[in-house]
C-alpha cells in the first residue's frame, strides 16, 4: 500500500493551518511591498497541491483594518485562482449553519451555494488588525463571505455573554468539531471567562467521538496580569488549539499538562516588526485527523524574506574599545558594520538552492550603548547597506539601560526599570502606554472623572483607525453622564461633589456600563465623522514607515499632508484605519488643505482640549463523559479501506448541543500524535495499535 493512499484515506480530514498573513502590510515600499501577496500565493498552492479538505485561518488575514483596492482585489483574485473549481468536497456540514455563519445573508456553506464552484473551502476568524467595526459591525472578512470566497465564523455579538457554537463536519467515520471566536479585546475576554460568561457547546450525542479543534486569536504571553488569555480559561475537552495573533512560529504542538489538550501556534507568515519572535523561521501546518488521532506537519514557507537579529552590548566589547578610546563612536561604527556583513554572508549561504525567497533580507541589530558611549549617525551607516538589505532605515536600533533610581520621600514606589524595560520600547502599544502611565503616575495625577479604560480604548480608536473625535466624544459623554448623575442625588457642596465624582467613577470600572459608556461614545465619533462626509480609505497610509506588529504599533501618527479637492483625481483616501469598509464613501473627495482641515490634523495632546459646545447626539459546571485521544507511537501499518465514491454535498440535520462551561473541572487525560519534520515524505502518523490513555 502507498503511502499516499495510508496518509489520505475517505476517513482523514486534510487541514491547512495558517494565521496572521497580514496581507497588504507595507504595500507601498518598494522592496518589500509584495511580500505578503507572494506568501499567501504560496500557502494558497500549497493547499491546492497537497489536495487539503479545507483551509483554516486563524485570524488577521489583512494587516489594516479598511484594506486598500489593490490589497482586497490581490486577496479576491488569489482565492478565486486557487480555491474554485471542479474538484468535488469530501465532507459534510451537520450542525446549524445559520447560527455559525451568523454574519451575512448567505447563512450557509460556500461550497453548498449553487451559484458558486468551489473547490477548497477557507474558514476564517477575524483577528484585531482587521476585526469588525461600525454601526453594523461589519470587517473585511465579511466583504469576502458576501462574496463566496470566504466562510466567516466565531464572531460574537454580544458584549454580556459568549457562546461558542462548533461547526461540525464529517468524513466518513470522522467527526470534527472546529470551534473559532474572533478577536475581542483581551481584558473584556479575560474578565468574561472569569465569570464565567463564555460557554463552549457540545453534542449532546457521541461526544467521545468528536475531535474537538479550537481557533482564538488573542494574547498568549503575559502582557499584564488580564491583558493575556491564559491557556488554563479553556475548556478540558479540546484536543488542538490553534493559537492566532502571536506572531513567532512555534508550530510544533506543544502539551499543556494541566488542560491536556495540545496548543499549536503557526505564527505569523510575515515579518511585521523587528523583533526577536519575527526571526524564527516561518512555518504553516499540515494537520491530519482521523477519529481522534491527529498529526501535524510542518510546512516551511519558502517566499519569507530573511530576517537576521543580534543584540551588541558595547560594554562587553572592552577588548576593542572603550568609552575612553579616540574616535571610539568611528570604531563602533565599523564593528557594526563587520556584524551587518558577517549576518548577509549566512543569509547568502541560506538562500542557495532557494530561488523563491527575496534577495535583500532584513538586518537588525540592537545596540546596548549604556556606560558612557556614544551613537553614531545612523543615516549615514544605512547609506553603505541601501543596495544590499531590504531594510536600510532601522538596521541600527540603539539603546540603553535604564539606571535604577533611589526612593524619593512622598513618590510612589514604582519600578521603572521593569515596566519601561529598554527591549520593549519598539514592541508596546499606545494603550499599553496609557494604562502604564496612570499605574506608575502619582495618586496627585490620576483621572478623577474618566476611567482609565475608556482612554485607553478611545485612544487607541485615535492612533489605530482614524477616530478624530473619539476622545472629545468620550470626555463629553462622561461629562453628561456625571453631571445627570450629581443633579439626581442633589449634591450641592464641592467637597460633597469631589466624593460622589470618585464613588460614581469607582462603581462603573470593571462593569458592563463602563464598556456600553465606551461603545456610546465611540459610536458617536464614528457618526460625527460620517456627518461630515469624512469617511475616508486608507490607500494612500505610511508608505515609508515600518508599522510594527501585534506586540507593537505605531505610537503616534505622521503629520499629516494637504491636499486639496480636485486637480489630482484622488478621491476617497486618508489617514488611519476608519470604520467598517462597507459603509458609504463620497466618491470624488480628496484630502483637505491644512488650512481648512485643523480639526481633521489634531494630534493626540490637541483632543484633549475643551470639548465643543455642540449639544450631543443622541456557567454552571457539567460532568461529560471521559474524552479519550489515542497516541501514536509504533511502527505498525493499518490497513485502509478506499472508498469508490465521494459522500454527498447535502446537508443532514442539525444536531443538538448540551453547553459546557468554561470553568468546568473534570480533567482527562489524552495523547496525540504529531510529526515535526520538514520533509515532503512522511510516515504514516496514523499508524500502530491505539494506547487508551489514563483518565
Given at each position: 500500500?502507498?503511502s499516499?493512499n495510508?496518509l489520505?484515506?475517505?476517513?482523514t480530514?486534510?487541514?491547512l493551518?495558517a494565521?496572521?498573513?497580514?496581507?497588504?502590510y507595507?504595500?507601498k515600499?518598494?522592496i518589500?511591498?509584495?511580500d505578503s501577496?507572494?506568501?499567501l500565493d504560496?500557502?494558497?498552492?500549497?493547499a491546492?497541491?497537497?489536495q487539503?479538505?479545507?483551509?483554516?485561518?486563524?485570524?488577521?488575514?489583512?494587516?489594516?483594518?479598511?484594506?486598500t483596492?489593490?490589497?482586497l482585489h490581490?486577496c479576491i483574485?488569489?482565492?478565486?485562482?486557487?480555491?474554485?473549481?471542479?474538484?468535488?468536497?469530501h465532507?459534510?456540514i451537520?450542525?446549524?449553519?445559520?447560527?455559525?455563519?451568523?454574519?451575512t445573508q448567505?447563512?450557509?456553506v460556500n461550497y453548498?451555494?449553487?451559484n458558486?464552484?468551489?473547490?477548497i473551502?477557507?474558514?476564517?476568524i477575524?483577528?484585531?488588525h482587521?476585526d469588525?467595526?461600525?454601526?453594523e459591525g461589519?470587517?473585511?472578512l465579511?466583504?469576502?463571505?458576501?462574496?463566496g470566497l470566504?466562510n466567516?465564523?466565531?464572531?460574537?455579538?454580544?458584549?454580556e455573554?459568549?457562546?461558542i457554537s462548533?461547526?461540525?463536519?464529517q468524513?466518513?467515520n470522522t467527526?470534527l468539531?472546529?470551534?473559532?471566536l474572533?478577536s475581542?479585546?483581551d481584558?473584556?475576554l479575560y474578565?468574561?471567562?472569569?465569570?464565567?460568561q463564555?460557554t463552549?457547546?457540545?453534542?449532546?450525542e457521541d461526544?467521545?467521538?468528536?475531535f474537538?479543534?479550537f481557533t482564538?486569536?488573542?494574547?498568549?504571553?503575559?502582557h499584564?496580569?488580564?491583558?493575556?488569555?491564559p491557556?488554563?480559561?479553556?475548556?478540558?475537552?479540546?484536543d488542538?488549539?490553534?493559537?492566532g495573533?502571536e506572531?513567532?512560529?512555534?508550530?510544533?504542538?506543544?502539551r499543556?499538562e494541566?488542560?491536556?489538550?495540545?496548543?499549536t501556534?503557526p505564527?505569523s507568515?510575515?515579518a511585521t516588526?523587528l523583533?526577536p519572535?519575527e526571526?524564527?523561521?516561518?512555518h504553516?501546518g499540515?494537520?491530519?485527523?482521523?477519529g481522534?488521532k491527529?498529526?501535524?506537519q510542518?510546512?516551511p514557507?519558502?517566499?519569507?524574506r530573511?530576517?537576521?537579529?543580534?543584540d551588541v552590548v558595547?560594554a562587553?566589547?572592552?577588548?576593542?574599545?572603550?568609552p575612553?578610546?579616540?574616535?571610539v563612536t568611528?570604531?563602533?561604527?565599523?564593528?557594526c558594520?563587520?556584524?551587518v556583513?558577517?549576518?548577509?554572508e549566512?543569509?547568502?549561504?541560506?538562500?542557495?538552492g532557494?530561488?523563491?525567497t527575496?534577495?535583500?533580507?532584513?538586518?537588525?541589530i540592537r545596540?546596548?550603548?549604556?556606560?558612557g558611549?556614544e551613537?553614531?549617525?545612523?543615516s549615514?551607516f544605512?547609506?553603505?547597506?541601501v543596495d544590499?538589505?531590504?531594510?536600510p532605515?532601522?538596521?541600527i536600533h540603539?539603546l540603553?539601560?535604564r539606571?535604577?533610581?533611589?526612593?524619593?520621600k512622598d513618590?510612589?514606589?514604582?519600578?521603572?526599570?521593569?515596566?519601561l524595560?529598554?527591549?520593549a520600547?519598539?514592541?508596546?502599544r499606545?494603550?499599553?502606554?496609557v494604562?502604564q502611565?496612570?499605574?506608575a503616575?502619582?495618586q496627585?495625577v490620576?483621572?478623577?472623572?474618566?476611567?482609565?479604560q475608556?482612554?485607553?480604548?478611545?485612544?487607541?480608536?485615535?492612533?489605530?483607525?482614524?477616530e478624530?473625535?473619539a476622545?472629545?466624544?468620550?470626555?463629553?459623554?462622561?461629562l453628561?453622564?456625571?453631571?445627570?448623575?450629581l443633579q439626581?442625588?442633589?449634591v450641592t457642596?464641592?467637597?460633597?461633589?469631589?466624593?460622589?465624582?470618585?464613588?460614581f467613577r469607582?462603581s462603573?470600572?470593571?462593569?458592563?456600563e463602563e464598556?456600553?459608556?465606551i461603545?456610546?461614545?465611540?459610536?458617536?465619533?464614528?457618526?460625527?465623522?460620517?456627518?461630515r462626509?469624512d469617511?475616508?480609505?486608507?490607500?494612500d497610509?505610511f508608505a515609508?514607515?515600518a508599522?510594527d506588529?501585534?506586540?507593537?504599533?505605531?505610537?503616534?501618527p505622521?503629520?499629516?499632508?494637504?491636499?486639496?479637492?480636485?486637480?489630482r483625481?484622488?478621491g476617497?483616501?486618508?489617514?488611519?484605519r476608519g470604520?467598517?469598509?462597507s459603509?458609504?464613501?463620497?466618491?470624488?473627495?480628496?484630502?483637505?488643505q491644512?488650512?481648512s482641515?485643523?480639526?481633521?490634523?489634531?494630534?493626540?495632546?490637541?483632543?484633549?482640549?475643551?470639548?465643543s459646545?455642540r449639544s450631543?447626539?443622541?456557567?454552571a459546571?457539567?460532568s461529560y463523559?471521559?474524552d479519550?485521544?489515542?497516541i501514536d507511537?509504533?511502527?505498525?501499518d493499518i490497513p485502509?479501506?478506499k472508498?469508490?465514491?465521494a459522500p454527498?454535498r447535502?446537508?443532514?440535520s442539525?444536531?443538538?448541543f448540551?453547553?459546557h462551561s468554561s470553568?468546568?473541572?473534570?480533567?482527562?487525560?489524552?495523547?496525540?500524535?504529531?510529526?515535526?519534520s520538514?520533509?515532503d515524505?512522511?510516515?504514516n502518523?496514523?499508524?500502530?495499535?491505539?494506547?487508551?490513555?489514563r483518565?
Amino acid at each position: 500500500m502507498s503511502s499516499e493512499n495510508t496518509l489520505d484515506d475517505e476517513d482523514t480530514f486534510k487541514i491547512l493551518i495558517a494565521t496572521d498573513v497580514h496581507l497588504g502590510y507595507l504595500e507601498k515600499d518598494a522592496i518589500r511591498g509584495n511580500d505578503s501577496y507572494n506568501t499567501l500565493d504560496e500557502i494558497l498552492k500549497c493547499a491546492k497541491t497537497n489536495q487539503v479538505d479545507f483551509i483554516l485561518l486563524g485570524g488577521d488575514l489583512f494587516h489594516d483594518n479598511k484594506p486598500t483596492r489593490r490589497c482586497l482585489h490581490n486577496c479576491i483574485t488569489m482565492l478565486r485562482k486557487y480555491c474554485m473549481g471542479d474538484t468535488p468536497i469530501h465532507f459534510n456540514i451537520l450542525s446549524d449553519q445559520t447560527v455559525n455563519f451568523n454574519t451575512t445573508q448567505f447563512p450557509w456553506v460556500n461550497y453548498q451555494d449553487e451559484n458558486l464552484n468551489i473547490s477548497i473551502p477557507v474558514f476564517s476568524i477575524h483577528g484585531n488588525h482587521d476585526d469588525p467595526t461600525g454601526a453594523e459591525g461589519l470587517c473585511a472578512l465579511d466583504l469576502l463571505s458576501a462574496s463566496g470566497l470566504v466562510n466567516h465564523f466565531g464572531h460574537s455579538q454580544s458584549v454580556e455573554r459568549i457562546e461558542i457554537s462548533p461547526i461540525l463536519m464529517q468524513k466518513g467515520n470522522t467527526k470534527l468539531a472546529l470551534y473559532g471566536l474572533g478577536s475581542i479585546p483581551d481584558e473584556r475576554l479575560y474578565r468574561m471567562f472569569v465569570n464565567n460568561q463564555v460557554t463552549m457547546l457540545r453534542p449532546k450525542e457521541d461526544q467521545d467521538e468528536w475531535f474537538n479543534l479550537f481557533t482564538i486569536h488573542q494574547n498568549r504571553s503575559k502582557h499584564g496580569p488580564t491583558n493575556h488569555i491564559p491557556e488554563q480559561f479553556l475548556d478540558e475537552f479540546l484536543d488542538l488549539v490553534v493559537w492566532g495573533h502571536e506572531h513567532e512560529c512555534l508550530i510544533t504542538p506543544n502539551r499543556n499538562e494541566q488542560q491536556l489538550f495540545y496548543v499549536t501556534q503557526p505564527g505569523s507568515s510575515v515579518a511585521t516588526s523587528l523583533s526577536p519572535g519575527e526571526a524564527t523561521k516561518k512555518h504553516i501546518g499540515l494537520l491530519r485527523v482521523k477519529g481522534r488521532k491527529m498529526n501535524m506537519q510542518k510546512i516551511p514557507l519558502k517566499t519569507v524574506r530573511q530576517f537576521f537579529i543580534q543584540d551588541v552590548v558595547l560594554a562587553d566589547y572592552h577588548d576593542h574599545f572603550t568609552p575612553d578610546t579616540p574616535q571610539v563612536t568611528k570604531k563602533v561604527e565599523n564593528f557594526c558594520y563587520a556584524k551587518v556583513t558577517e549576518m548577509l554572508e549566512e543569509a547568502e549561504r541560506e538562500r542557495l538552492g532557494c530561488p523563491l525567497t527575496p534577495e535583500k533580507p532584513l538586518i537588525r541589530i540592537r545596540v546596548d550603548y549604556t556606560g558612557g558611549f556614544e551613537a553614531f549617525n545612523t543615516s549615514r551607516f544605512s547609506q553603505k547597506l541601501v543596495d544590499r538589505v531590504a531594510n536600510p532605515k532601522d538596521i541600527i536600533h540603539f539603546l540603553r539601560r535604564r539606571e535604577q533610581k533611589e526612593d524619593i520621600k512622598d513618590e510612589v514606589n514604582v519600578d521603572y526599570g521593569k515596566l519601561l524595560k529598554a527591549t520593549a520600547v519598539e514592541g508596546l502599544r499606545v494603550e499599553d502606554l496609557v494604562k502604564q502611565y496612570f499605574e506608575a503616575a502619582e495618586q496627585t495625577v490620576q483621572l478623577s472623572l474618566l476611567t482609565e479604560q475608556g482612554m485607553r480604548k478611545a485612544i487607541q480608536e485615535f492612533v489605530d483607525k482614524d477616530e478624530k473625535d473619539a476622545i472629545e466624544e468620550l470626555i463629553t459623554y462622561q461629562l453628561e453622564k456625571t453631571q445627570h448623575h450629581l443633579q439626581a442625588r442633589g449634591v450641592t457642596t464641592e467637597q460633597d461633589i469631589d466624593t460622589e465624582i470618585q464613588r460614581f467613577r469607582d462603581s462603573k470600572k470593571n462593569t458592563t456600563e463602563e464598556e456600553n459608556e465606551i461603545k456610546e461614545a465611540i459610536n458617536r465619533a464614528k457618526a460625527h465623522r460620517l456627518e461630515r462626509g469624512d469617511d475616508r480609505d486608507i490607500s494612500d497610509e505610511f508608505a515609508d514607515v515600518a508599522m510594527d506588529s501585534d506586540e507593537g504599533s505605531v505610537l503616534f501618527p505622521p503629520p499629516t499632508r494637504g491636499r486639496g479637492r480636485g486637480g489630482r483625481g484622488r478621491g476617497g483616501r486618508g489617514r488611519g484605519r476608519g470604520a467598517a469598509a462597507s459603509e458609504p464613501k463620497p466618491s470624488g473627495r480628496g484630502r483637505s488643505q491644512k488650512s481648512s482641515a485643523a480639526t481633521q490634523s489634531r494630534n493626540i495632546l490637541q483632543a484633549f482640549q475643551a470639548p465643543s459646545q455642540r449639544s450631543s447626539r443622541t456557567g454552571a459546571t457539567t460532568s461529560y463523559a471521559a474524552d479519550e485521544i489515542t497516541i501514536d507511537d509504533s511502527d505498525e501499518d493499518i490497513p485502509v479501506m478506499k472508498s469508490t465514491r465521494a459522500p454527498p454535498r447535502t446537508v443532514s440535520s442539525s444536531s443538538s448541543f448540551s453547553k459546557h462551561s468554561s470553568q468546568s473541572q473534570s480533567q482527562s487525560s489524552r495523547g496525540v500524535a504529531f510529526d515535526d519534520s520538514d520533509d515532503d515524505d512522511e510516515d504514516n502518523p496514523f499508524k500502530g495499535p491505539s494506547h487508551r490513555a489514563r483518565r
